[in-house]
């Protein structure tokens, strides 16, 4: 019998999970542009929050999630996340993967911000993104096909507005090639290299979301972004991130006199919610403080954060001599995206988000820290339980748009457009400057433009979104200002 075609986007955790779980019985193709580690959970140097040990249970884990998202969350999907949450932890233990241990055996648990206690599972000390996307990686059955380097440009639906395939463009030779499918994922993660400072992979620029967009798909909460208060900072460049686990292991953020900026702003300190430190790191940065992270109180640094040192030795940070890190907020994590329901499922049939580029609203307003791999493997299993319960009753013609000419629009240069969203999309935002960013980009015309590489494609998208954004923004500020008056 011939399988059912499922197309994945993106092959970090959300996207490789949902690959294994279909490979049986399904016939999985799965797409990256670039190589295959490069995503953001791969980067991931935190964990996964899970309520396993013994003085730990889901109810603490679902209470810290409401209160880091200000009760904006869908219970429903926290409920899911923190009772599932356990059971995604043993499964991974039964499959071979091995989370760090105390010399006598027992698991590791890490603190980071707005936990109750600490419950944050890592690997390799701060590269449990990277070993797990490994893991699932090697698991792949020769059955699933890995398109490395290919790019997906654009979604194609069938006569009665169901999903039916996609075109993809392979990044090295500009080829376009047409694929037919059943069903088709999204897992692309979220927005960051919109922001030229960001905790992203550079190739983080919202494709999947700017493609369910230009196909009519339902959007939500598109301006929630996170920022993480501590990326670190070489030469005015944000060169990547420096876990809040460290802040966990006792590091605090003091500024260039060594005055502590967080000990008097929440009962938490320096392991406040991540936007309450994004937010006096921000408001320290415009009153002219230089920040740092002071890691004094570290010990055994290189051997907990084996990732970061490399990065900090990489940019010859001396931290071994200084004790501290120059960090700056910028860019993490996007809690809204493609609206789907608790099973993936978005309005267009057969179209399905998961992970960042999905908006359930299990983070609510603010994520808690080491949820979203938490996410992609909760939401991703069900969404390939929801494909498993879904027949497709007829075979798929998908409509293939005809070449247009004499396309006019042009697209901005990257660090021109980056720059343009920092203004108006950052920690602290103003009708007037989200007018500028929906401006600047109504003068590209960009939707008219002709696109033919990935990196056009990508300013494309990245403009698709801005706009999307700052609408949305827009929306929010204006409900803001409603409720004051
Ligand atoms: C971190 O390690 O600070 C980031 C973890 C997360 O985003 O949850």
Same mark, same amino acid.
């Given at each position: ?112 911000? !707005?936990?109750?206690? #600490?419950?944050?599972?890592? +690997?390799?000390? $701060?590269?449990?993104?990277?070993? /797990?996307? =490994? ?70 620029t919202g494709d999947g ?53 967080? !000990?008097?702003?929440? #009962?938490?300190?320096?392991? +406040?919610?991540? $936007?309450?430190?994004?937010?006096? /790191?921000? =408001? ?20 907990k954060f084996p990732q ?12 071994r001599l200084t004790k ?162």
């Amino acid at each position: 019998m011939v399988k059912e075609k499922v197309i994945i986007l993106g092959a970090g955790i959300a996207g490789s999970q949902t690959a294994l779980e279909l490979a049986q019985d399904y016939d999985v193709h799965i797409f990256t542009k670039s190589d295959p580690l490069a995503s953001n959970s791969a980067l991931a140097q935190g964990g996964i929050a899970a309520a396993v040990h013994p003085d730990d249970e889901p109810l603490s884990h679902y209470r810290d999630t409401l209160i880091a998202g200000h009760f904006e969350n869908n219970r429903k999907a926290v409920r899911l996340l923190v009772e599932e949450a356990p059971h995604i932890i043993e499964e991974l233990h039964r499959e071979g993967f091995i989370f760090d241990q105390t010399s006598k055996g027992k698991l590791l648990f890490g603190l980071e911000g !707005a936990h109750s206690m #600490p419950r944050i599972l890592h +690997a390799g000390g $701060d590269q449990t993104g990277l070993l /797990l996307t =490994r893991f699932l990686h090697d698991h792949f059955p020769a059955t699933v096909q890995f398109h490395q380097h290919e790019m997906a440009t654009s979604i194609l639906l069938d006569e009665y507005g169901h999903v039916a395939g996609i075109r993809t463009l392979t990044t090295k030779d500009g080829h376009c090639h047409f694929y037919h499918c059943d069903h088709l994922i999204i897992a692309t993660g979220g927005i960051g290299q919109i922001f030229g400072s960001t905790s992203n992979d550079l190739s983080i620029t919202g494709d999947g979301i700017a493609m369910a967009i230009q196909i009519g798909a339902r959007v939500s909460d598109l301006s929630a972004i996170q920022f993480h208060p501590t990326l670190y900072f070489a030469n005015g460049h944000a060169v990547g991130l420096v876990s809040e686990a460290v802040r966990g292991q006792g590091a605090v953020l003091v500024d260039q006199n060594d005055r502590r900026l967080m !000990a008097e702003e929440h #009962p938490l300190a320096d392991l +406040a919610p991540r $936007d309450v430190v994004s937010s006096v /790191l921000f =408001r320290a940065q415009n009153a002219g403080c230089t920040i740092f992270l002071d890691i004094s109180a570290v010990t055994d640094f290189e051997t907990k954060f084996p990732q970061i040192t490399a990065m900090l030795d990489k940019n010859q940070e001396p931290f071994r001599l200084t004790k501290k890190i120059p960090v700056q907020p910028g860019a993490h994590f996007l809690m809204g995206g493609i609206s789907t329901n608790l099973s993936g499922q978005t309005s267009i049939p057969d179209l399905y988000a998961i992970g960042e580029a999905a908006s359930t609203g299990v983070h609510g307003s603010n994520r808690l820290a080491s949820n979203s791999l938490l996410e992609a493997f909760v939401f991703s299993k069900r969404a390939a339980d929801q494909i498993k319960r879904t027949k497709v009753a007829y075979k798929k013609m998908a409509i293939i748009p005809k070449k247009t000419k004499g396309l006019q629009g042009t697209l901005p240069e990257k660090a021109v457009l980056q720059e343009k969203v920092r203004q108006a999309l950052g920690i602290e935002r103003s009708e007037k400057t989200l007018n500028d960013l929906l401006c600047f980009l109504a003068t590209h015309s960009f939707l008219n433009c002709q696109v033919t590489n990935k990196d056009m494609l990508e300013r494309r998208n990245m403009c698709i979104l801005a706009a999307k954004m700052a609408d949305n923004a827009l929306v929010q500020l204006q409900r803001v200002e409603t409720e004051m008056r």
